[in-house]
C-alpha cells in the first residue's frame, strides 16, 4: 500500500480507487467486463477520519486501512494525484457512502 502524508477529517475516508477488470485483444480492442455496467466499484481504504460526534460520544469510523470496500461510482470527491506524490487516483468519501467492506 502506498503512503500518503494526510488524514481525512470527521466521516471521511481517504480511498485509493481499484482498476476495474478489462482486458484488451490483439486488435486493440478494449474488452470492459461486466462491471462496467454496475454504478458500484472497488476502492482501497488508504486512510480514515476520526469519526463524527452524537450526543457527545464520538462514533468511530467503521472501515480500517487497507480494507477494500465497495462505493457507488458517482459518490466522492475525485483528488487524482494531489499532493501525494503519486499518479494514482484517489477519492475523498463519506462513510455513508460506503455500500459494502469486501476484505479488511
Do not use: C, F
Not at 6 to 23: A, C, R, T
Not at 63 to 71: A, N, Q
Amino acid at each position: 500500500m502506498e503512503r500518503v502524508d494526510w488524514k481525512p477529517v470527521g466521516d471521511k475516508i481517504l480511498l485509493k480507487k481499484l482498476e476495474e477488470d478489462s482486458s484488451v485483444t490483439t486488435s486493440g480492442l478494449l474488452l470492459v467486463g461486466d462491471n462496467s455496467k454496475s454504478p458500484y466499484t472497488k476502492g482501497e481504504v488508504v486512510a480514515v477520519g476520526e469519526g463524527t460526534y452524537s450526543g457527545g460520544i464520538r462514533v468511530p469510523i467503521s472501515v480500517e486501512v487497507g480494507s477494500t470496500i465497495l462505493y457507488h461510482k458517482e459518490y466522492g470527491t475525485d483528488i487524482g494525484g494531489y499532493r501525494t506524490g503519486h499518479h494514482n487516483e484517489y477519492l475523498i468519501l463519506h462513510q455513508e457512502d460506503i455500500v459494502a467492506i469486501l476484505s479488511d
